[in-house]
C-alpha cells in the first residue's frame, strides 16, 4: 500500500485541530467563569501580578521624588519609613518639603556615607527630595499608576490618587472620573472611590447634588464597612462628613448640615473647632 | 650557511589520562635541520610526531626540553614567524569573512604596506584561482576552495619558509597538481618549503631532502635520491620498512 | 596596535554580520514604539516612562550583546581551529585577548550608539528637547560599565569550559553586582562576624556597576554629573578591565589548543 502524500497528513491534521477547537473553546469558557474577559497580562502573571503591581505603584512615588528614594534594601534596613507611599498623601497648602522631611523619615536614607565606595556613588544616584507637583509635571507618575491598576484592580488606592493628581495638577476631570468608574466596577462596595468621585462633582464640575449622592452613598459603604469589622479609616469617614455638611451648608440646609457635623464630632481630631461651628449653623436654624 | 629550521633535542612531552601512565612522549629527542632553498619532506604514519613538532616550530606547543628555531630565532618569539607561512591540514577560517577580506586581514597583521596590499591579494587570488568567489563568504566554499584560501593566506607575506600540513588533502588530481607547481614555483624563487604528506610518490618527485618519524624518534633523514640509491627501492617501501610493517597479504 | 585593531576589527564585522544585534534592535523599538502608542489619561507629553522603558530595555539589550558576542570569541577560534592560522602569524596571545577584548567593546559601543540615537529620537518627540549632555554621559558609563563586563566574560570564556556556561555564570554575576552590589555594606552591618568580614571583603573587592547606570537623571531631568566624577569612573572602569584582561592572558598563555 502506497503510503500518503505529506501534504494531505497535514491538511488532515489541520482540519481536525480547528474543529477540536472549535467544539472545545465553549467548554473552556464556561470552565474560565470571572475570568474569561481577563486581559493577556492577568493570565499570563496570574496571582504574581499583585507583586508587580505594588512594585510599579511605588514606581511612581520613585517618579514623584524625581528618583531621590530609597531602594529596596534601603528601605528594609532604614529605621522610620517611608511608612507609606508619599504621593497618597494629598498636597497640603503652604505645605514646603522641608515639612516633608520632618514627615517623611524615610527618606532621610542618604546619611553620612559609611565608606568611600558609598560616598562616590551618591554622586551618580539622584540626591535631592523634591516632588513633582509643580502644575503639569504630576504626569510622569501617572502611567505607573495605570499600569498599577490593570495588575491589580483591587488596589483601591491607586484610583484615589491618580484622580488626586488628574485633577488637581494636570486639570482633567474627565479623565479622573472614567479611571474612578473603572475603579468602581472593579471594587463596587470601596467608599474611598466614591468620596473621590464626590468630590469631582463638588469641586471640579459644581454639581452640588450629584455630589451629595455620591458622598452619601460612601457615608453608607463606610459605615457598612464597619459594621463588617473591616475596620477602615475613621479620618476618611471624618472628610466625608466634613464635605457633606459643607454643601449642605452651601445649599441653605443648616439642620443637614449641623446633623453631619454632629456624627463627624466622633472621628473629627479638632472637635473643638467642629462644635463651634454647630453652634453658629444651630444660630441659622429658623424656630 | 644557517639552517632555517634547527631543531636539536626536542622533547614533547603531554599529559595523558591512560591508565596506568602520566605522560605520552610525543617526540623524544629530535635533531632537524632545514637548509635555506631546500623542499623538505617530513614524513611518518599517524600519531609519529609530525604535527607537534609543526605546532612546537609555530609556538603552538612549549617543548618539554630541547630547542627550536626559525632563522636562528626561538620559536617562542613572535619574531620567528614573521617570514614563515602556514598552512594547516584542517583548513578553517572565518565563516563570516569573504576570501578578499581574509587575506586583507592577515596583510594587516604583517603590517605589509597599504600600496602592496591589494596588488597582492589580486595576485594571489588568480594564483589559487579563487578571483571569481573573492566577495563571497568562506560559509559557501567548498573544501577544495577553503584549501586554496589557505594557500593564499599562507603565501600573503611572501614568506621565506612556508610550512605546509597536509596540502594536497582532499584535494582532486587537478588541485594536487596545482599544488606541487606552486611548490616548484617557490622553489625555484629560493623558498624553503618544509610539508608533511601522505602522498609518498609526491614526496618523492618534488622534495630534496625528507625525514621519516615514527613512535617520536627520527628513523631516517637524507636526500631523496640517496635514500632510493641506498635501499633500491620506491620511497614507500622504504617508509614501510623504517617503521617496521609486515603486510599480512603478498601484494 | 595594527594587529589589535586588525582582530579587533574582525570582531566588528562578525557582530553586524550576525542577526542578534538586529533582533534585539528590532525588539527594543517594537516594545518602545508599543508603549509610545498608549494612551495615557489623554496626555501625549508623558515621557518619562518611556524612556526608562527604552533605558532598561539598551541596558539588558546591550548586556546580552556584549556577553554574547565576548563568550563565543575564544572558545570558538579554538573550537573552529580559526585560532591556528592566527597564532601561526607574528602574533602573541596577549593581542589576541586585546584584540577580541577592544572588538567586543567597540562593537558593543556601536550598537548602544544606535540604541540611543533611537532613544533620543523617541523622547524628542515627546520633551521637543534633546538633552544630548545627560544621554551622552549616560551612553559613556553604560560603555565603561561594559569594558568591565566584557573584560569578566573573557577571562571566564578562558576559565571555563563551554560558551554557555560563561554566558550563564557571568549575567548572573554581573546581575547580581546591580542588584545587591552597592548595598553590601549595609546588609554587612547587620551580621555576625565571621558573614560580616566575608560580605565587606566582596563589597570592596567587586566593581561597582550601580555607579555605571545614569538613567535618573535622563529619565527625571535632574541635571548631569560632573565631569571629574565621569572620569574617575571611567579610570575605575579601565582599571578593572585591565585586571581581569591581565588574568585572563596569565590563564591563556600556556592553555593548550589542541583538542
Given at each position: 500500500m502506497k503510503a500518503p502524500r505529506p501534504i494531505f497528513t497535514l491538511a488532515f491534521l489541520l482540519v481536525l485541530c480547528f474543529s477540536l477547537a472549535a467544539s472545545l473553546h465553549p467548554v473552556f469558557a464556561i470552565m474560565a467563569?470571572?475570568?474569561?474577559?481577563?486581559?493577556m497580562i492577568k493570565t499570563v502573571l496570574g496571582d504574581g501580578r499583585k507583586m508587580f503591581a505594588n512594585h510599579f505603584y511605588t514606581q511612581a512615588d520613585v517618579y514623584f521624588h524625581s528618583g531621590f528614594y530609597p531602594n529596596f534594601i534601603e528601605q528594609s534596613y532604614?529605621?522610620?519609613?517611608?511608612?507609606?507611599?508619599?504621593?497618597?498623601?494629598r498636597q497640603e497648602e503652604g505645605k514646603t518639603d522641608d515639612d516633608d522631611e520632618k514627615e517623611e523619615p524615610?527618606?532621610?536614607?542618604?546619611?553620612?556615607?559609611?565608606?568611600w565606595i558609598e560616598s562616590f556613588g551618591?554622586?551618580?544616584?539622584?540626591h535631592v527630595h523634591t516632588h513633582?507637583?509643580?502644575?503639569?509635571?504630576?504626569?510622569?507618575?501617572l502611567p505607573w499608576l495605570q499600569l498599577a491598576a490593570e495588575l491589580d484592580?483591587?488596589?483601591v488606592e491607586t484610583y484615589t490618587v491618580a484622580s488626586f493628581w488628574l485633577r488637581k495638577?494636570?486639570?482633567k476631570p474627565d479623565e479622573a472620573e472614567t479611571f474612578l468608574r473603572q475603579g468602581l466596577k472593579a471594587n463596587p462596595t470601596s467608599f474611598e472611590i466614591l468620596y473621590e468621585l464626590g468630590l469631582v462633582y463638588y469641586e471640579?464640575?459644581?454639581e452640588p447634588e450629584r455630589a451629595l449622592n455620591l458622598l452619601d452613598l460612601a457615608l453608607v459603604r463606610w459605615r457598612q464597612a464597619e459594621a463588617a469589622h473591616?475596620?477602615?479609616?475613621p479620618h476618611q469617614c471624618d472628610a466625608i462628613l466634613a464635605h457633606l455638611s459643607t454643601i449642605e451648608e452651601s445649599n441653605g440646609h443648616w439642620s443637614n448640615a449641623v446633623s453631619y457635623l454632629e456624627q463627624e464630632m466622633e472621628f473629627t481630631p479638632s472637635k473643638e473647632s467642629v462644635g463651634k461651628r454647630i453652634e453658629e449653623l444651630r444660630m441659622k436654624i429658623p424656630h | 650557511m644557517l639552517p632555517i629550521i634547527d631543531i636539536s633535542g626536542l622533547r614533547v612531552e603531554y599529559r595523558t589520562q591512560?591508565?596506568?601512565?602520566?605522560h605520552k612522549l610525543a617526540v623524544d629527542g629530535l635533531d632537524l635541520q632545514v637548509m635555506p632553498g631546500e623542499v623538505f619532506g617530513f614524513l611518518g604514519p599517524n600519531g609519529a610526531g609530525k604535527t607537534t613538532t609543526m605546532n612546537v616550530l609555530l609556538g603552538f606547543v612549549t617543548p618539554s626540553g630541547g630547542t627550536a628555531k626559525l632563522f636562528g630565532t626561538d620559536?617562542?618569539?613572535?619574531?620567528?614567524?614573521?617570514r614563515i607561512g602556514y598552512l594547516p591540514e584542517l583548513t578553517y577560517y572565518y565563516?563570516?569573512?569573504t576570501a578578499e577580506e581574509i587575506l586583507r586581514f592577515y596583510a594587516k597583521i604583517f603590517k605589509i604596506p597599504k600600496a602592496e596590499v591589494e596588488p597582492r591579494i589580486n595576485q594571489l587570488l588568480k594564483l589559487v584561482e579563487l578571483e571569481h568567489a573573492r566577495?563571497?563568504?568562506?560559509?559557501?566554499?567548498?573544501k577544495g576552495m577553503q584549501q586554496r584560501v589557505g594557500l593564499a593566506q599562507a603565501l600573503i607575506n611572501n614568506p621565506d619558509l612556508l610550512i605546509l600540513d597536509e596540502?594536497?588533502?582532499?584535494?582532486?588530481p587537478i588541485g594536487r597538481m596545482k599544488v606541487r607547481e606552486i611548490i616548484q614555483r617557490l622553489k625555484n624563487e629560493g623558498k624553503t618549503v618544509l610539508f608533511s604528506s601522505h602522498e609518498l610518490g609526491e614526496v618523492e618527485t618534488v622534495c630534496d631532502r625528507v625525514a621519516i618519524l615514527h613512535q617520536g624518534k627520527l628513523r631516517v633523514q637524507g636526500r631523496v635520491n640517496d635514500l632510493l640509491k641506498e635501499y633500491q627501492t620506491n620511497l614507500e617501501q622504504i617508509f614501510l620498512k623504517i617503521i617496521g610493517y609486515q603486510p599480512s597479504i603478498a601484494i | 596596535m595594527n594587529v589589535i585593531l586588525a582582530i579587533a576589527n574582525v570582531v566588528i564585522k562578525e557582530l553586524y554580520r550576525r542577526k542578534d544585534f538586529y533582533v534585539l534592535l528590532v525588539l527594543t523599538a517594537v516594545i518602545t514604539i508599543l508603549m509610545a502608542s498608549a494612551?495615557?489619561?489623554?496626555?501625549?507629553?508623558?515621557?518619562g516612562y518611556l524612556k526608562e522603558t527604552c533605558l532598561r530595555l539598551i541596558w539588558l539589550s546591550a548586556l546580552v550583546i556584549a556577553v554574547g558576542t565576548a563568550a563565543r570569541q575564544i572558545p570558538a577560534e579554538i573550537e573552529q581551529r580559526t585560532i591556528f592560522p592566527l597564532l601561526a602569524k607574528p602574533v602573541t596571545r596577549w593581542q589576541v585577548i586585546l584584540g577580541k577584548f577592544v572588538g567586543c567593546w567597540l562593537a558593543s559601543g556601536i550598537a548602544i550608539v544606535v540604541f540611543y540615537a533611537f532613544l533620543m529620537v523617541v523622547s524628542a518627540s515627546h520633551e521637543?528637547?534633546?538633552r544630548l549632555l545627560n544621554n551622552f554621559q549616560c551612553l559613556w558609563m553604560e560603555w565603561m560599565f561594559l569594558a568591565i563586563v566584557i573584560s569578566m566574560v573573557l577571562l571566564g570564556s578562558v576559565v571555563f569550559a563551554a560558551p554557555s556556561s560563561t554566558l550563564t555564570i557571568t549575567l548572573v554575576v554581573v546581575l547580581g553586582i546591580l542588584l545587591l552590589g552597592e548595598n553590601l555594606n549595609l546588609v554587612a552591618v547587620h551580621q555576625a562576624e565571621p558573614v560580616r568580614s566575608l560580605l565587606y571583603v566582596v563589597y570592596f573587592s567587586i566593581?561597582?556597576?550601580?555607579?555605571?547606570?545614569?538613567g535618573d537623571f535622563v529619565v527625571h531631568k535632574i541635571g548631569s554629573v560632573e565631569w571629574l566624577y565621569i572620569f574617575l569612573a571611567s579610570l575605575y572602569s579601565m582599571a578593572y578591565s585591565a585586571f581581569f584582561l591581565l588574568t585572563t592572558w596569565v590563564c591563556f598563555r600556556r592553555k593548550g589548543l589542541n583538542k
Open positions: 467563569g470571572d475570568h474569561a474577559g481577563d486581559s532604614a529605621t522610620g519609613g517611608p511608612k507609606k507611599i508619599h504621593i497618597a498623601e524615610g527618606m532621610n536614607f542618604m546619611g553620612k556615607s559609611a565608606d551618591r554622586h551618580f544616584r539622584s513633582l507637583d509643580k502644575p503639569g509635571a504630576a504626569r510622569e507618575i484592580p483591587q488596589k495638577n494636570m486639570h471640579d464640575r459644581k473591616r475596620k477602615p479609616d | 591512560a591508565i596506568g601512565q602520566t620559536v617562542q618569539q613572535p619574531i620567528a614567524r614573521q565563516k563570516f569573512l566577495k563571497r563568504v568562506i560559509k559557501g566554499y567548498s596540502p594536497t588533502s582532499g584535494l582532486d | 494612551n495615557i489619561f489623554n496626555d501625549d507629553k508623558v515621557v521637543h528637547e534633546w566593581p561597582q556597576f550601580s555607579w555605571f547606570y545614569l
